[in-house]
């Protein structure tokens, strides 16, 4: 009698154990606690719009290095936010290639965010490590361009184009690996403009607006000059020094608008 | 009474676990897919079969696409191109492959089999994942010429393989990830653990092997590990087996890694079906069995990167190998040949 017992009681645990997660019934929410937030991407050279294609060298470096671009894209991925009491909000499944080329991927949606204030942003540059090891992936991570198959892994960001001062008349920045010493994975948390926040309503929907200034990715820590910097196609020192050129300082928030 | 209450509860129980969530696709039985069983002297698999679960379309799917060479960029070129399936494989009679355009690669096309159990591929390693793999190919300049946008570009204009793909994905169109995916259920398939030392070895039907071949076996514990050990033959590191001085053209592991202590170091390949391999190397610059064994016997030449097992003590650099040994050898390597799989039909270009 008592193995029968034990044996319903586990019949019963079956039965609970087969209903799919899908059937099960969500509870409706009486009141909504979630929100969005848009992250707006606004390309620039310093303090130009970035026009794609210019027939001539349409932008100067710092350093007086004039050049066009024809291609730039990256990965933003694991965006984070962060309400002022240190509890945050992590994106699932959060990635995102963003094309200059295409003006739909300049704008990040993000849905279902906790209502809150938050007071920062957080996200990486490229792709975490454990999506460079599982195979191949979905959307935004299906394999593309910008993606290494000789050498397994994304490529975090590319900036391609022309200068005159390249010795073969045009440049090729393809940035990736995850792997030491070559890891060019950079997270960062651009500062919100003094006294903004973020805040996420059932009924507001914040836009934050980032400049992404390409020069950043030839200044900082590493001055690039195209005569003697004219690649980076694997991953290695070139990627790493043009990572942390980027991570210095390529994403900065204008402003936010509350909605 | 009780007895058979308990019987039939139990029934029940397992029934109402094995009908949970299983998607709508038939589940096909595992042994009409081919490599959808795990041999029980092999390792744990990497890419496990819950990995990509096999099924008998997304196979047949990917067996379709590997022979395909609509693949390449000029319709010349398909995976089996370079990877015929009689000689494991690889590409028979060539140390280097010709790919689109009669351009030729830098380096042998190796075998594809056990892939399952393969954690890096390419002869660097340069490749993390099964599934990831054909894109080097593919994508390649001097191989097939293509890109993943335009395959998918070609395969989405073809109304077959918009049918096959949907049967196999349940969904549309076709993109980079399904066209791996189904290339990957046709990789993960080629297992080879048919030969005479498999039966040998798991004591079945067939399984004798002769004085020879043991004495063969007992030299390669010996003499051939641990670079070419467990029943896969290799223990998938790459090691500089002395094949030249300096290395200028080909600077293998360290094109990678980009350590010069990796310079000159190859990807340990398995030596499963190695007599129909032939020509050995990364290079293919071995036509045959005994010219590999000359090598270790006597051709090993010094570099920084050596590998240590190949620097005894005292004697010359490699292996200490008479002629008896060499034969032993071969004769042993010759029963690693599984002429189930390199035969096997549903495996071939016109099944």
Redesign the interface.
């Known amino acids: 009698?008592k193995?029968?017992s034990l044996?319903?009681a586990?019949?019963a645990m079956?039965?609970s154990?087969?209903s799919?997660?899908k059937e099960s019934s969500e509870p409706t929410p009486t009141v909504a606690t979630t929100g969005e937030v848009d992250i707006e991407l606004d390309h620039v050279v310093g303090a130009n719009a970035l026009v794609l294609n210019a027939a001539t060298p349409n932008y100067t470096t710092p350093s007086g290095d004039h050049f066009s671009v024809t291609t730039f894209r990256y990965y933003i991925s694991n965006i984070k936010l962060t309400k002022e009491d240190g509890t945050t909000y992590v994106q699932p499944n959060s990635y995102y290639l963003v094309d200059a080329a295409k003006a739909d991927s300049k704008l990040l949606a993000l849905k279902d965010i906790p209502t809150g204030d938050y007071t920062s942003l957080t996200f990486t540059i490229g792709v975490d490590s454990a999506r460079?090891?599982?195979?191949?992936?979905?959307g935004a991570l299906?394999?593309?361009?910008m993606?290494w198959?000789?050498?397994?892994?994304y490529i975090f960001m590319k900036l391609e184009g022309k200068s005159p001062e390249a010795g073969s008349g045009a440049f090729l920045f393809h940035v990736g690996g995850f792997k030491k010493p070559?890891n060019a994975i950079r997270t960062v948390s651009p500062a919100l403009p003094a006294a903004t926040k973020i805040l996420v309503r059932a009924d507001h929907s914040p836009e934050v607006h980032v400049k992404v200034d390409v020069l950043k990715i030839l200044t900082g820590p590493t001055t690039v000059r195209f005569a003697d910097f004219p690649g980076a196609h694997m991953?290695?020192a070139s990627a790493v020094k043009l990572a942390d050129n980027y991570a210095a300082g390529m994403f900065r928030i204008d402003h936010v608008h509350a909605n | 009474m009780?007895r058979t209450?308990?019987v039939l509860?139990?029934a029940?129980?397992a029934a109402?676990?094995a009908?949970?969530?299983q998607p709508d696709a038939a589940v096909v039985p595992l042994e009409t897919v081919p490599g959808s069983g795990l041999p029980t002297n092999f390792p744990a698999p990497v890419y496990g079969l819950d990995?990509n679960p096999p099924t008998k379309v997304g196979f047949e799917l990917g067996r379709k696409l590997f022979y395909d060479p609509r693949l390449s960029r000029d319709g010349s070129t398909s995976c089996g191109s370079c990877h015929q399936q009689f000689a494991a494989f690889t590409h028979a009679g060539h140390p280097v492959s010709h790919g689109i355009d009669g351009l030729l690669g830098t380096r042998n096309s190796p075998a594809l089999q056990n892939l399952r159990w393969q954690r890096d591929f390419?002869w660097d390693g340069?490749?993390?994942?099964?599934?990831?793999?054909?894109?080097?190919p593919?994508?390649?300049p001097v191989e097939m010429g293509e890109?993943?946008?335009n395959v998918v570009r070609k395969l989405n204009a073809d109304p077959e393989y918009q049918r096959h793909f949907e049967q196999v994905f349940g969904s549309k169109p076709i993109?980079?990830?399904q066209l791996?995916?189904a290339l990957?259920q046709f990789t993960a398939a080629l297992t080879s653990a048919n030969s005479r030392y498999d039966h040998y070895v798991r004591h079945e039907s067939g399984g004798t092997l002769s004085a020879a071949e043991l004495r063969g076996l007992t030299l390669l514990t010996q003499k051939c590990t641990p670079c070419h050990s467990t029943e896969l033959f290799t223990d998938n590191s790459f090691r500089n087996n002395g094949l030249d001085a300096t290395f200028a053209a080909d600077s293998g592991r360290a094109h990678?890694t980009?350590r010069p202590t990796d310079r000159g170091k190859f990807k340990v390949p398995s030596l499963r079906n190695v007599a129909r391999t032939a020509p050995y190397m990364h290079d293919g610059r071995f036509q045959t069995l005994e010219q590999v064994l000359d090598h270790y016997a006597h051709g090993v030449v010094a570099s920084p990167t050596l590998d240590p097992l190949l620097k005894p003590a005292t004697g010359p650099l490699g292996l200490a190998l008479s002629s008896q040994q060499k034969g032993d050898l071969i004769a042993f390597l010759n029963t690693l040949t599984d002429e189930q799989f390199l035969t096997d039909k549903r495996l071939s270009e016109r099944p």
């Open positions: 009698m193995i029968s044996l319903l586990l019949a079956a039965i154990l087969t799919c997660e460079n090891m599982s195979g191949v992936q979905q299906a394999p593309s361009d993606f198959s000789w050498d397994t892994g070559n991953p290695g | 009780k209450q308990t509860l139990a029940g129980l109402l676990l009908a949970g969530c990995q390419l340069g490749s993390n994942h099964i599934e990831t793999m054909p894109a080097a593919i994508t390649s890109t993943l946008e993109d980079s990830y791996l995916k990957a990678i980009q």
